[in-house]
T-cell receptor
């Protein structure tokens, strides 16, 4: 199993450009998540999807949209990138939302917005 | 509101010595607690978790953590540090009821000195 995969690994955007970060998991997990990691701030949840067909806002959703395309795939879209969105983005998945289940993380996408 | 504090940004320890990475939490009710490790340019890897039961939890790579309810702590420990343990360690908490996501600490960088 590949686990959680993310593309691209690295991206440079100009302010105002749009892009979609892709995430896929092959563990048959129901729940998927998008986090951003910034220096000195740990990881913060952007959006999550408890199950196929549902999405909900996390702690820092402004400036982002998500799509749960199917059970395997959960994409994150930046419609108009801003320098404040320069960060490392991690996708994660788990069997279910809530409780003590473990989240499994992808390798990350490093985004630089100029 | 849930929160996690990792009071040390950096911990240095000599190879072969015991190591401790500290974590305290704040949550309503009984918490679910997690430790993750991040190696350079990699995603987060799950180490261990406390859900209920024995306060001493054993995890991957020889790590363990002790849940202390009275001190609201969940410190990560290892009896004998290896150079390969050098990485960034994150503590995370989730409340068992009504929580949508994990709340991460800001991370502690562990350096094991040969």
């Amino acid at each position: 199993n590949a686990g959680v995969t993310q593309t691209p690994k690295f991206q440079v955007l100009k302010t105002g450009q749009s892009m979609t970060l892709q995430c896929a998991q092959d563990m048959n997990h129901n729940s998927m998540y998008w986090y951003r990691q910034d220096p000195g701030m740990g990881l913060r949840l952007i959006y999550y999807s408890a199950s196929e067909g549902t999405t909900d806002k996390g702690e820092v959703p402004n400036g982002y949209n998500v799509s749960r395309l199917n059970k395997r795939e959960f994409s994150l879209r930046l419609e108009s990138a801003a320098p404040s969105q320069t960060s490392v983005y991690f996708c994660a998945s788990s069997v279910m939302r809530g409780g003590g289940e473990t989240q499994y993380f992808g390798p990350g996408t490093r985004l630089l917005v100029l | 509101a849930q929160s996690v504090a990792q009071p040390e940004d950096q911990v240095n320890v000599a190879e072969g010595n015991p190591l401790t990475v500290k974590c305290t939490y704040s949550v309503s009710g009984n918490p679910y607690l997690f430790w993750y490790v991040q190696y350079p340019n990699r995603g987060l890897q799950f180490l261990l978790k406390y859900i209920t039961g024995d306060n001493l939890v054993k995890g991957s790579y020889g790590f363990e953590a002790e849940f202390n309810k009275s001190q609201t702590s969940f410190h990560l420990k290892k009896p004998s540090a290896l150079v390969s343990d050098s990485a960034l360690y994150f503590c995370a908490v989730r409340a068992p009821i009504g929580a949508n996501n994990l709340f991460f600490g800001t991370g502690t960088r562990l350096t094991v000195i040969p």
